[in-house]
C-alpha cells in the first residue's frame, strides 16, 4: 500500500510539470511582437514561450515613447519588468496595465524580469 501512494505522488507531480510546462510553451506561436507607433507611440506586446518572454529581441526607435503589454500568458516574477538602462522597473499585474518610458540612447540593452529568470534584448535605433 505504501509503494502504491508513492507512485501516485510520483506520477501526479510527473502530470503537474508536464502541464505547466505545456502551458508555458502551448500555443505561444501566434505571439508577435507588435510594433506599432499609433500616436507616436511604440506598443510592444510580449508574451511567454519556452518559460522565456516571446518575442526575446524587440527594437523601437530612440525618443519615441514606449508602451509594452504583457499578454495574459506572462505570469509570476515575469510580471515584473526591468530595464535597468532606462530606469524601467515596473510590475504589470494583468494586460490592462501597460509599462511606459521613453528610451534616450541607442545600443543593445537587457530586459528581465525582477528573478532575472526571463530575460531578453532591446535594441534601440
Known amino acids: 500500500m505504501k509503494n502504491t501512494t508513492i507512485l501516485v505522488m510520483i506520477v501526479l507531480i510527473v502530470l503537474g510539470v508536464g502541464a505547466f510546462l ?3 510553451s502551448g500555443s505561444q506561436g501566434n505571439n508577435s511582437q507588435t510594433n506599432s507607433q499609433d500616436s507616436n507611440v511604440q506598443k510592444i506586446t510580449l508574451g511567454i514561450k519556452n518559460a522565456n518572454y516571446y518575442p526575446n529581441t524587440i527594437t523601437v526607435k530612440e525618443g519615441v515613447p514606449v508602451e509594452i503589454t504583457l499578454d495574459s ?3 509570476g516574477c515575469l510580471r515584473s519588468f526591468n530595464i535597468n538602462d ?9 494586460p490592462s496595465q501597460t ?5 534616450t540612447k541607442t545600443g543593445t540593452f ?3 524580469c525582477s528573478m532575472g ?3 531578453g534584448t532591446i535594441i534601440v535605433q
Open 110 to 112: 537587457r530586459f528581465a
Open 99 to 103: 509599462i511606459k518610458f521613453t528610451p
Open 73 to 75: 500568458s506572462v505570469q
Open 117 to 119: 529568470m526571463g530575460y
Open 86 to 94: 532606462f530606469g524601467v522597473h515596473a510590475s504589470s499585474q494583468n
Open 22 to 24: 505545456y502551458s508555458s
